[in-house]
Each structure stands twice: as C-alpha cells, then as structure tokens.
C-alpha cells in the first residue's frame, strides 16, 4: 500500500489528460462479449469465485476476471452485446490475418477506430474492474477499468467524449488511454499504434513517473526506454489490430500507422490541451520513422 502511495500525483496527471469530468446522470452497466477464443481460457465473477470455461457469446460484466492458457487468446468487444461473435475459433486464414502489411507502406493516416476491443494474449489475467454507459444528452460517457494482472493485452479504443475515462491498471502503475491502440504488458511495456497514452508508475526510489507515449512509439518502464516500435513488431501488431477491429463488424476496418516519432526533452509540462509533455528550451520536432 505505501508503495502505491507515490502515485497518486501520477495518477492526478492521467486524470487530466483523459479529461474526466463527474456527472450526476444515471449509469448503466457496460458489457465485455467474447466475440473470439483460441485455445482455451476461464473466467470468474464477483459473485462466483470458482473457475469456470469460458466461451463465445458470453457476457461478463464488472468484477469478472479471465485467464488465458498458453497458445490461447480471447478477444473482447465491450459495450456492445449486440457485437457479431466469431466462432469458437479463427479458421487458418483469418487466424493469419492475411498478408502483413508493410512498415514502409504505412503513411500519417490515423485508423478510425470503430469499436472498443481488447485481445488478451496467451498465459495472461485480466480482471474488468469497473465497465459502465452513462448517456448525458448528446454525450455517451463510458468508465473502463480494466486490471491486467499477468500477461499482456492489445486494445482498441474509439474517439471518446472528453468525461469517459479509459483506464488499465497493471501491478505498479496504470495506463490511461484515448482514442488509441496499444498493446500493454503487466511488467510495464507500453506500445502505442495511433493516438497516444500516458504511463504512471512508482520507480525504484519510490517516486512517480509519468511518461507519454505516442503513434509508433514503445516505452519500457523497467528501463525507462522510450523507443521506436521494431518493424517486424509493427507489422505483427498492425495485423492483430486490423484482425480484432473486423470481429463483431462488417465488414473489417484496416489501418496504418503514423510513422512520425516525437523527440522531447527530459523536463515535464502541461499544454493547453491537458497533455502531460515532456519540453525543455528546445521545441518539440518531430521526424519521420526512417528518415
């Protein structure tokens, strides 16, 4: 508990760039479906603590917790449990995902996120803290939680109205996320496909750390290494995300990435928009990915 004290003013920064705004309006209780299984995995509820098989076409809500067996993975689509489900399993083919598209084909073009989606990936846990759908007039405000615990997830997340908060807790931090897709491990790797995400979590001496990562970007908290994402891991997550983002939608959206990396220094300030970005007396510049 004192460990997790430090980041509080971490978490104070995260607020900010998500925009959170508290409403008095009425919420409802969003869903998580699993539109997809490979493999095999289990779950749990907050109101049954025993391990059970998990299929597709299930619904859990807050307070379930899954589990993922090696060579597995489940995919999730959340609040919406209308989301077309794919079958038990992914036929060859759509388990290839195609041809992989190429890094260098990639162009500024950022994806149109349709859905909230998340694939947990094999040997991992995911717990869903607290999912809830909160319709303010002309607003659709959405609260993720999601407590990843072991393992690693990628997850899609369309453009949300400035009071939703996205938010994925891993054992010494937490991630907050918009209009994004990035892949996250429990042990503090941050990816970032599109958008951008900030990092906080407690360093070794204690103190917070709050980093943003942005399009084409992977942040190691462990290292505190802010690098460029490796071509081949590029690719492979760019199929993973077009693959994900064409369950439970016809028909299937496909992307690239923003190819252009932005180079900071080490000094943390706050811009206009409620970004925590890291300046110093030089400006920000920004170069393209292999120029």
Do not use: C
Not at 140 to 151: A, C, E, P, S, Y
Not at 190 to 206: R, Y
Not at 252 to 261: E, L
């Amino acid at each position: 508990m004192k460990q997790l004290r430090p980041l509080v003013s971490g978490l104070a920064a995260v607020s900010l760039f998500l925009g959170m705004i508290h409403t008095a309006a009425a919420q409802a209780q969003g869903t998580a479906k699993v539109v997809n299984i490979r493999g095999s995995a289990r779950y749990m509820t907050s109101d049954n603590q025993s391990w059970r098989p998990l299929r597709v076409g299930a619904l859990l809500g807050s307070g379930a917790v899954i589990q993922t067996a090696e060579n597995s993975y489940v995919d999730l689509v959340l609040n919406d449990p209308n989301a077309r489900s794919a079958g038990p399993t992914l036929t060859s083919a759509a388990a290839a995902g195609g041809a992989p598209m190429s890094a260098a084909a990639s162009s500024s073009a950022q994806p149109a996120v349709k859905q909230d989606a998340v694939r947990i990936f094999e040997n991992s846990v995911l717990g869903i803290d607290n999912l809830t759908v909160t319709q303010t007039g002309a607003d659709r405000v959405t609260t993720t939680h999601l407590d990843l615990r072991h393992g690693r997830i990628l997850g899609t997340v369309k453009k949300m109205s400035a009071a939703s908060e996205y938010m994925v807790k891993i054992p010494n931090g937490v991630a907050g996320i918009r209009g994004t897709i990035y892949i996250l491990s429990a042990d503090g790797v941050l990816t970032v496909l599109s958008g951008s995400a900030l990092l906080s979590w407690v360093g070794p001496d204690g103190a917070p750390i709050t980093q943003e990562v942005r399009a084409g970007q992977q942040y190691d908290a462990k290292t505190g290494q802010l690098s460029v994402i490796p071509d081949a891991l590029l690719r492979e997550y760019i199929r993973i995300a077009n693959e994900i983002m064409g369950l439970g939608v016809v028909p299937p959206t496909t992307f690239t990435v923003d190819r252009t990396v932005y180079f900071v220094s080490p000094t943390f300030a706050e811009t206009d928009d409620g970004f925590f970005l890291e300046v110093g007396p030089a400006a920000v510049s920004a170069t393209p990915l292999g120029g």
